[in-house]
């Protein structure tokens, strides 16, 4: 078995995709396989090769699967690159049913790859929408909002989208502090992702601390408007996880 890998992100993980495929239409797509790295343990009958990035190969997987197979598809398949789990191998099979039967493989439900497709897309969907409410910004000196989120999969950029619609004029950023990474918005501007170093991080980090009036504003809000009679912590948790709690000022006091 020959096992492609590759980094954890899109354009990786596109590359790897087209590499093992060319590679499979010579010697059988089930003597090929592909795992997102880091390769925990390795087996000593398999031969395991890495995938380095390559934009233009990237480009022709990602517009083979909107023409040939359709948009749909590949919002399965990249809302798919974006789960903490390893789905790589469960897109490649995806693929590999998708070219053959084009558009209704979205249908095909009894197929276990796109059923694995689903599921991606409907946790990660999930998280988006859950960050997009819990997503508590800072605001630093009246001059940026810094926001921090530690999600499980990784919509960082996902959720940026949705504060780029509505916050437009404002310079903000979104700090996901378990891949180090930052969605940056400029005022009026695109924003963009951006890989923290050590120090970076450390300087981000600290703006929690900071105290602004909207910060005040909203916790004595949180405080105020609860019915004490109709506690119900058991649904609150349902609702507000706890693992998504860290960064939100309502649960973190100083």
Known sequence: MRIYTCKDNY???MTCIYV???WALKNGHDNVKLMKEPVLQQSLFDEYIHVEPDNEKASKVTNSIIKKISKGAYIYVYYATLSCDDTLDDIYRFLRLGFRV???VTSMLTEASVIKMMES????GNEIHFF???ARFNSIDGKVYVCHIEPKN???YMVGEHFADRMPSEHWIIVDDVRKLAVIHPKNEDMYISN???AEMDVLKATEIYEDSYRKLWTVFFDTIGIKQRENYKCQRNMFPLWMRKHAVEFVRE
């Open 132 to 134: 997009r409410e819990f």
């Open 102 to 104: 084009g558009g209704r």
């Open 20 to 22: 093992a495929w060319e």
């Open 196 to 198: 923290l170093s050590d």
């Open 11 to 13: 354009e990786d993980m």
């Open 154 to 156: 990784n919509t960082a």
């Open 121 to 124: 897309k409907r946790n990660v």
